[in-house]
Antibody, heavy 125, light 110 residues
Framework: EVQLVESGGGLVQPGRSLRLSCTASGFTFGDYAMSWVRQAPGKGLEWVGFIRSEAYGGTTGYAASLKGRFTISRDDSKSIAFLQMNSLKTEDTAVYYC????????????????WGQGTLVTVSS | NLMLTQPQSVSESPGKTVTISCTRSSGSIASNYVQWYQQRPGSCPTTVIYEDNKRPSGVPDRFSGSIDSSSNSASLTISGLKTEDEADYYCHSYDSRSQVFGGGTKLTVL
């Protein structure tokens, strides 16, 4: 059974940094792209970014709106994906979901398939 | 920038059939796969349709997906509605530069 467990959320002040982790099990982690999606309170889903598998260079793609503040990485030896968030703003307050899915090489697209339960990040002074 | 437009809400009675649309703003709907996610209140999203019309194991065949090039839209159809289908539904697709979710459709089964 595929399981994705996010951790690292909490209350953080504006301007500070936070790193989220996503621990995966039930599948060969290194073979799959991983992504992060967020959902502000009472709002819809918003794409954050994704990281390709090492077979595709382990490269990343991000939502343009994040303007370089967020970085996704992975540790295939531990089956963990990370989301490093810097210069946090109040509008970054959201539940952050980790997803695994399919990367489409020819179109550079990603389709989330499995979702974690999410971790809440609250940015407030 | 790519956008996916969904109706804000739909409602239908138990046992009936409902269709939720997802219209792509630019580029062909057929050029990249469309996914559909269900999110019940207080829960994480789950996949009900992937790659336009495929159902993950465990998703009942009451759920089906399709695309229509003439309207440049995708559709999620739920037949034999049950009260447990009441949820928010999001479509998703992508282009070479971005991955996008629709704004979500609240399905009420009354």
């Amino acid at each position: 059974e595929v399981q994705l467990v996010e951790s690292g959320g909490g209350l953080v002040q504006p301007g500070r940094s936070l790193r989220l982790s996503c621990t995966a099990s039930g599948f060969t982690f290194g073979d799959y792209a991983m992504s992060w999606v967020r959902q502000a309170p009472g709002k819809g889903l918003e794409w954050v970014g994704f990281i390709r598998s090492e077979a595709y260079g382990g490269t990343t793609g991000y939502a343009a709106s994040l303007k370089g503040r967020f970085t996704i990485s992975r540790d295939d030896s531990k089956s963990i994906a990370f989301l490093q968030m810097n210069s946090l703003k109040t509008e970054d307050t959201a539940v952050y979901y980790c997803t695994s899915g399919t990367y489409y090489y020819l179109s550079s697209g990603f389709s989330p398939h499995y979702w974690g339960q999410g971790t809440l990040v609250t940015v407030s002074s | 920038n790519l956008m996916l437009t969904q109706p804000q809400s739909v409602s239908e009675s138990p046992g009936k059939t409902v269709t939720i649309s997802c219209t792509r703003s630019s580029g062909s709907i057929a050029s990249n796969y469309v996914q559909w996610y269900q999110q019940r209140p207080g829960s994480c999203p789950t996949t009900v349709i992937y790659e336009d019309n495929k159902r993950p194991s465990g998703v009942p065949d009451r759920f089906s997906g399709s695309i229509d090039s003439s309207s440049n839209s995708a559709s999620l159809t739920i037949s034999g509605l049950k009260t447990e289908d009441e949820a928010d539904y999001y479509c998703h697709s992508y282009d070479s530069r971005s991955q996008v979710f629709g704004g979500g459709t609240k399905l009420t089964v009354l």
